[in-house]
Structure formats: C-alpha cells, structure tokens
C-alpha cells in the first residue's frame, strides 16, 4: 500500500486474473471487472477509475467483443503479446463501436536488460508514428520486480550517445503519452485470434466445469432475484460473489484453456464443486421461498393421513445429471404440486422432466393439470426405481413457463387396473431405419451405424443431411512440439467409430412427448453410450453421451474423440457464439473459440450444432465439428481418463442471431423444478418477474448497490425516463460493469 502510495507499484489489474478471453462467458467477463475493481479499490484505497489498463500479456487470443466490455467496466487501455500480427499500437473497435487503445508487445513480455535492448526503437517509432516505446521487464513470468542489475544496466544506457531518452515509469502514464498520438494509429475492428487451438479442447473436465459453473450461478442467481422481488423481506442464503470468483480465478489463461498441470486440474475442479454448491444452496432456498408464497389452497386434494415423503435429497445434482438443482419431495398422498421455475428471459414452451417421489406403481395412470385447471400432455419415462429406500417414477410434462418466472404444474394419479395378455406374441424386430420425428423435424438413422442420414426441417421442407452424418470419430493427431495441450495436431489417423465398430442398439422408444434411441460402441480401450431424443415441440435431436475414456496420449499421437456431421450443403460461413454476441468466420481447417454453439446457413435457416460444455468447434466446409475429448499428455499426462457426461444439440433456427441465442439459452437453462404443497398465499400460481423484448439478457441479479426510486406521483413515461437517467449517471461513474 505504501508503494502504491508512491508511485513505485504501479495496479494494472482489471480483471480477477488473467483470463481467458474467449471461452470466458459473457457474465463472467462482466463479474471480472466488478468484483476486482471493488476489491483493489478498497484494498489499496485507491478510485475505481484509476483502474483503467486490463494487462494481458500471455492470454491466447482476444474475442470482439472485449472493447465493448471493457469500456463498459471503465477500461480505456488493453496490452497484450499473443495473437494478432498487423499492428503493435492500434485502436480495437468492438461491432458497437466502443474503443481501447492497445499496445501490443512487439517482441516478449519477460526480455531482459541488455545492450541491444533499444536497437528497434527507431524503426518501431517510425512505423507507428509515435516517439513513445514501452518495454516490459523483470523477474517473473510476465515481466516484475526488477533486479538490482537491471536498474543499474538501463541508468548506465540512459547516459549513452544516440540513445532514446529512457524512463522509468508506469503502464498508465505511457497510455496517456500514446493517447496524444491516437489520431496517427489505424483503427482495427475485428478478434485477435487464434493462439493455441488445442486449449479450446484440452483437459476437457475443466471445461465442463466451467461452463455448467457460469450457467448454474447465472440460473440461481436468476432465480434468487424472482424472489427477491416477489417475496417480502427476502434475504439470499449465501453470497454469490465468492461462488462467481472462484469460477474467475479457474479461467486464468493456463486454467481454463487445460495448459496446466495435473494439481491444476484437481484445484481446480474442487474450486467449482465449491461454486456450484452455492448455487445449489441459493436457487433451492430461493425457490422454496417463492413456493411457500405461492397461494395454492384451490388445489383439491385427498384427505389421506400420510406422512410427508420427504425423499430425493440430493437427487439430481451429479455430474452426470448436469449438477442440476435438487428435486426433493415435499408433498405426500395422490395429489402433487410442483413449480416450475424458468432462468431465462425467453417464454419456454417445452416438455419439462419432473422426479415423483412414492407416488404410484407400474401401470398407474398419472394425469397433470396446469394453474388454471388445463388438462397438460403428460409420458412416463419408467416407474419403480429406486434411491436409498424410496421408489420414483419419471414423468415429462409439456407445460409454458414464463420469462423469468415460474408456473405451477398439479399432478394426480389413478390407480392401477389389472391388464391380461391375449393372443399371440409377434416379434417386431427390423433393420429398418430408425425415425425420430416431430412437427419441427424429421430424423432418419441408419440402423446398422446409427449415423444420421435424413434430417429435414419441415419449416421449408429442405433436407439437410446428404451424406451420413452425426457419427463420432477417434482422431490420431500429431504431437506437435512437444505442446499436446496446446496444440491440436495435423490428423494422422481418423476412424468413423460408428462406421467401423460395432454398434448395439439398446432401446427404442416412442411416445406423445419424446422419442428416442439409446445404442453403446466402443472404440480402441473406451466405449461410449449414446441416447438420442426429439421431444415435442423442439428443433433438435438431442445426443446424451456418456464417454467412458481410457485413451493415453504420447510422444508419437494424441487420442481424440470428436463429433462430426458433414451437410448436404456448401457452408463457406458459419456464425459461432462469443461472449455478449455472435461473429461470422470463414471455413477454416482448425477449430475456432465458440461458447457453446456454431450455426451454418442455409438460405434463411441455419443447422445449429450445440454443446454443454464444449468450446473446440470447426466448420470444415462442408458441415461442422467439435472435439470433446483430447488425451494430450503434457504438461498433464493423464487428463482425460474416466467418465465424461457431454450433452450436444442439432437442429434448426433461423440465422438471425437473436434466434441463435434464444435456441442456444435454452438448451443450456433447463427449467428447474420444486415441489410444493396446499397452502395459503399472496402469490398466483403463475408469475413473471421481468419480462424484456427486443434485447439479449445476459443475468438477472440483485443490485449490488440499492437505487431508491419513489414512483408514487409519477407516470409511467416519468419513471422510465428517470430509470435512463438513472443508468447514465452509473454510467458515467464508471460503476458499470455487464450488459
């Protein structure tokens, strides 16, 4: 502090590490900003708007949208070493038009002192018209404490003939020097990538848990707020700040990307476990709050003296089930409730999976209703399973559930009538071809393979799979220089798994809400079992993999399980997810950053392939890809080897981002569950907290800081014209950081 004080430590930290900037979500990349300004503010009591440089010197690669974001957090200067050739001082336009200026290192962040330090200099001023030349140095990593030698050499060159005049100053004072130059600097609109293809893939259970970490916080925090503002004196259980900044601190640009070693790895993943248990604690307390509001004494039930069941704890929130919330029972007798609570600003109109907790038994016919007493579609998924001491059933339940809101959903049962068999028993087993099929789309598999080789959209009747596709491939890759994790290999060998190894069907299923078809195949030391589902009303297939993995990379290849669906069409173009947008990029033979989605086009429409937890994508020209497992073997030599639950989407959406986004937010939320009982309350049955059109909503959040805003004599056109003069005086705070 006292250094800082004097100027002889200079804070160049706007973000919580140095993080990835790519495979970062959209919220995150807004929560680095927020919560490291607030802490290096109080912390060294100094202002928020001194902190104005995000340093970055050794992230791989720069998404568009950053001078967007950065400037929003009150960021004007970025340095950086990877990525990008064309220009060392530039100013970097986002797609929206906001601006940093950017210096980017033009030899290495860690060089020592020595004589031939400057001997660029000239040239380097002369092409970019400035007198002005930064050098980083010192002990460490990206440049730090200099060493005694180090000052003594650079006080002894100031004195020599023909030297530029040296300083010794700070980041932010050399930013003000080249902003009286900005006029002479080109002006760059476009992402600084690519650097390090393979940390798109590698150490593939850190991505996971990145990925579900920012989804299941921005989910209970969504949900926190619904009762926040629907519940009266509510209070959050636990702080979400220390749940998000451990999620910050894993995407340090050797965390995230899979670069590090196998303690790295391990931290890591008990780092998120500890994140994710706090959106777990949050969204269920949140969520029985709203459900002990909700005034449901209409509901008619039974007047059976049964004890409350009370079973499922813990039920639901593994790692194969997506670390979803949990869906203990609350009710008892014939007669369930449950709430249906929706994360997202989109109205979803889906088929909803609900756990019954000792409720009915085989052959049982269970009915659902919905607030205002609709009869809803109602399938079994199997009945009589069991969890420590209590059977459960699975039901799906078509229901709508509003933007950032909940619904209620009355289930009821009927029992069991005796069924005799009569006549004769018929076999109906056939190679035919397996057919997936809504009022969306038409699937068509081989039988023999499982490969997919019709699908059409029944929007416009095109068919966009000509050869057979949807398979997944083992990939030999290069090992190229030693640097597995980091690189993704020329291919050395590729093997159509589906094609070339056995493939068993295990079941098939048809029902009035979904449809699917479950087969296992195994490929060298692994096996992999795979569910394909269509529900109603859905644009996609839905592929549940389960990858049992026990492939050893080396010196001489690196093992890799991909997922590949060539198109019955040309795709030159593919729109690809990025934090707070989309970017379009060409056809490219090695895979390109995407958090969580790539689009092709055709006409109006696009084929959407979707994942999880999945960053590592290709559009090769003729279809897309994504690599979801890479056993590269340095720095970590055994990353991959167990199980890994991967949940990808194919299916249709119009090419308009918007509806890109909106498809994709939904596939990632799923609607949350919650069981309740007969009860009085100031609550309907049914509620929006927020509803918002026309734009994107990244989080919904309680404030961090309260706004007071007395609207009682005000109209409406008044109170909107104060919330916008509110926010622009925020703004102008620079206390803003998000969208």
């Known amino acids: 502090k ?37 802490y290096l503010s109080e912390l060294f009591s100094i202002s928020e708007d001194e902190l104005e440089i995000d340093f970055e010197p050794d992230t791989f690669g720069h998404n568009e949208n950053m001078p967007e974001i950065l400037t929003n957090g009150g960021v004007k200067y970025y340095y950086h070493c990877r990525a990008f050739s064309d220009e060392f001082i530039y100013n970097w336009e986002a797609p929206s038009g906001r601006k940093v200026l950017v210096f980017r290192e033009p030899t290495w962040y860690n060089q020592e002192i020595d004589a031939n330090l400057f001997s ?3 040239e380097f001023c002369k092409r970019c018209k400035t007198k002005n030349y930064l050098k980083v140095y010192g002990v460490g990593d990206h440049g730090g404490g200099p060493t005694r030698r180090d000052i003594e050499r650079l006080i002894d060159m100031a004195s020599w003939p023909l030297m530029p005049t040296i300083h010794f100053s700070t980041l932010r004072d050399f930013f ?15 992402e600084l990538n690519y ?38 004196n509510y209070q959050t259980a636990s702080p979400f700040d220390k749940a998000w900044r ?22 890591a993943l008990g780092e998120f476990q500890k994140a994710v248990t706090t959106a777990d604690i949050n969204a269920s307390h949140a969520m029985e709050t709203i459900c002990n509001n909700i005034d449901t004494s209409a509901v008619a039930f039974d007047e059976e003296t049964e004890i409350s069941v009370g079973a499922g704890v813990g039920f639901g929130t593994a790692d194969g089930d997506g670390y979803r919330f949990p869906t203990a029972e609350a009710g008892k007798g ?3 409730i449950y709430n249906l609570f929706n994360p997202t600003n989109i109205l979803r109109e889906e088929v909803v999976p609900i756990t019954l907790w000792d409720f009915c038994k085989k052959g049982d016919k269970i009915t659902a209703e919905d607030a205002d007493g609709n009869a809803l579609t109602v399938q079994s998924y199997g009945q009589d399973f069991r969890y420590w001491g209590h059977s459960y059933a699975k039901i799906g339940v078509f229901a709508k559930v509003p933007p950032f809101g909940y619904t209620t959903v009355i289930i009821r049962k009927e029992k069991a009538e005796k069924h005799y068999l009569s006549g004769d028993i018929c076999d109906h087993i056939t190679d035919a071809p397996i057919i997936l099929e809504n009022d969306r789309l038409y699937a068509e598999f081989k039988s023999e393979t499982m490969e997919l080789v019709k699908l059409t959209d029944k929007k416009t009747g095109k068919n966009f799979i000509s050869e057979p596709s949807c398979s997944f491939r083992y990939i030999c890759e290069e090992n190229v220089d030693g640097m597995s994790a980091w690189r993704v290999g020329k291919y050395m060998k590729t093997v159509n798994i589906n094609r070339e190894n056995r493939v068993r069907i295990t079941d098939e299923y048809h029902g009035e809400l979904k449809s699917g078809v479950n087969y296992t195949t195994e490929v060298e030391n692994s096996a992999l079992s ?14 549940s993999v389960n990858a049992d993995w026990r492939e050893f990379g080396s010196d001489k290849f690196i093992p890799q399980l991909q997922f590949y669906a060539p198109t019955a069409f040309d795709t030159p173009l593919s729109r690809c997810a990025v934090p707070f947008g989309t970017i379009d990029r060409p056809a490219l033979d090695h895979d390109v950053p995407c958090v969580g989605f ?19 994508f290709r559009n090769f020209g003729k279809g897309m890809l994504v690599d979801l497992i890479r056993s590269s073997n340095a720095p970590d030599s055994m990353p991959e080897i167990g199980c890994h639950p991967i949940t990808l989407g194919l299916g249709f959406s119009d090419y308009e981002s918007g509806a890109l986004i909106d498809s994709y937010t939904a596939f990632a939320h799923p609607i949350s569950t919650f069981a309740n009982s007969v009860h009085g309350g100031a609550l309907p049955m049914s509620l929006s907290a927020v509803n918002v059109k026309n734009a994107q909503i990244s989080a919904l959040k309680q404030a961090e800081d309260a706004i007071l805003l007395d609207t009682t004599h005000m109209t409406l056109g008044e109170v909107t014209d104060e919330i916008c003069r509110l926010v622009e005086d925020v703004r102008s705070k620079k206390a803003f950081a998000g969208a």
């Not at 100027?7 to 990349?29: F, L, P, Q, Y």
């Open 2 to 38: 006292k250094r800082v004080k004097e100027g002889r430590w200079e804070i160049t930290a706007s973000t919580w590490v140095e993080n990835d900037k790519n495979m970062s979500g959209a919220e995150a990349m807004a929560r680095h900003l927020l919560y490291t300004k607030r």
């Open 120 to 122: 660029n200099v000239p």
């Open 176 to 190: 003000k020097r080249l902003e009286k130059d900005s006029a002479n600097f080109p002006t760059v609109k476009q």
């Open 195 to 232: 650097v390090f293809t393979g940390c798109y893939t590698s150490q593939s259970k850190i991505k996971r848990a990145n990925k579900l970490g920012e989804d299941r916080l921005c989910a209970s925090e969504a949900i926190d707020a619904q009762a926040a503002i629907n519940c009266k």
């Open 246 to 267: 451990k999620i910050l601190f894993n995407q340090f640009h050797d965390i995230l990307p899979g670069s590090g070693v196998s303690d790295t790895r391990e931290y």
């Open 334 to 336: 014939n007669v369930r």
């Open 530 to 543: 795979v569910s394909i589902s269509l529900e109603k009303g859905s644009s996609r297939l839905i592929f």
């Open 598 to 616: 790539m689009a092709v086009p055709d006409g109006e429409r696009a084929l959407m392939l979707m994942s999880d937890c999945k960053y590592g």
